[in-house]
């Protein structure tokens, strides 16, 4: 498919090769018999080549040049054999008009200019009539034109600048995002390894404790079991916390429905889940942190309440509710340990809060995120 002569190169160069070229053109069949005409000629058509040549580096100097160019063949207009003044005219008067980078009131008074001096050297030649006006029209049609084509250059700059700084706006988000998705999930590494790790620290120096000091092998060995179990739930919640990173987290419903499929599994008791109202796309810290709170409650439970069945509710609203909920046995007066406290404070840093406490003969875990 051929391209198009503004896929081939810039229209301002178009436009300046092909007025070149008719200025050129228009000197080569000039037929004027007085030396003075010819020196405006000469004059208008130097001008011309200085705008071509300085358009760029020296824009204000090129303008100058450019009006110079047409107001000259305006003044002389009168007085010339053919029509060699109007088309110089019409050339500097049209490009004149295009440029972006001169004001609208400017171009304005170039062309009123050029309209007088039209007039005038009609006027002063004895044109009458018709003949008087006739070219002045001409040149304000041109001007139009040039004013038309101008406005759509400067909508395009604006709209290629408006683009510019909606891409550069995007990407500065996106880094924004990105940065504080990392900082979010350094938060929660962070979180996860201060708690497991101190708690795990904790057991190890009982289990050291029971050995060295009473000789405790069955107070040790279920010390370093537990440490164990310490250390399976922290790389749990870190690869919970990775794959939060890598965008993998599953729905709210599936990822609670597999944490109570796995708790029923390994205690042998009846974990009953249901998710009511509709479900709804959470930001993955959210999922996340209810996704610990869940397994730390149901953990909890296993602990404080063996074979008691649990009961798992995730509701949404307004926001998003969850409660984890299991019988007490008789004369057992579970506390808030340091697990739950740690899944309260990263739940507040998603605008969340958690409450955890006995209702009647029932031990309930309830975590709540506002919209």
Request: include cysteine.
């Amino acid at each position: 498919m051929p391209r198009l002569p503004d896929t081939v190169a810039p229209s301002w160069f178009v436009v300046q090769v092909l007025g070149t070229a008719l200025v050129a053109a228009t000197m080569l069949t000039a037929r004027e018999s007085d030396p003075r005409i010819w020196a405006c000629y000469g004059v208008a058509s130097a001008a011309w080549l200085g705008f071509v040549v300085t358009a760029h580096r020296l824009p204000r100097t090129a303008a100058a040049l450019l009006g110079v160019a047409g107001a000259l063949p305006a003044a002389v207009l009168g007085w010339a054999g053919d029509t060699s003044a109007t088309v110089l005219c019409f050339i500097a008067l049209g490009r004149f008009a295009t440029l972006a980078y001169v004001s609208v009131a400017a171009i304005v008074g170039v062309g009123l200019l050029d309209c007088a001096l039209a007039v005038t050297s009609s006027v002063l030649a004895g044109h009458s009539g018709p003949a008087v006006l006739a070219d002045p029209g001409v040149m304000l049609l041109v001007l139009l034109l040039g004013l038309n084509r101008r406005q759509y250059e400067v909508q395009a700059a604006q709209a290629k600048a408006l683009l510019e700084q909606t891409r550069l706006a995007q990407a500065e988000h996106t880094r924004a995002a990105a940065l504080d998705e990392r900082t979010r999930i350094a938060r929660e590494l962070h979180d996860v390894l201060a708690h497991s790790l101190g708690a795990l620290g904790v057991q190890l120096e009982l289990a050291e404790a029971l050995l060295a000091d009473k000789s405790d092998v069955d107070g040790a060995l279920r010390t370093v079991r537990r440490s164990r179990r310490l250390a399976a739930e922290g790389l749990a919640e870190a690869r919970d916390a990775v794959a939060a990173l890598r965008k993998d987290v599953l729905p709210l419903p599936d990822a609670l429905a597999a944490t109570a499929e796995a708790h029923a599994r390994d205690h042998r008791v009846k974990v009953d889940f249901a998710a009511e109202g509709e479900t709804r796309h959470l930001p993955s810290v959210v999922v996340v942190s209810l996704v610990g709170i869940a397994r730390e409650a149901l953990t909890n439970a296993g602990k404080h309440a063996p074979g008691q069945d649990v009961t798992m509710r995730l509701s949404y609203a307004d926001g998003v509710r969850l409660s984890v909920c299991n019988a007490l046995p008789a004369n057992s007066v579970p506390g808030e340990g340091f697990g739950l406290a740690g899944m309260r404070e990263r739940l507040a840093l998603a605008g969340g809060t958690l409450d955890a406490g006995a209702v009647g003969r029932e031990w309930r875990v309830v975590a709540e995120v506002p919209e």
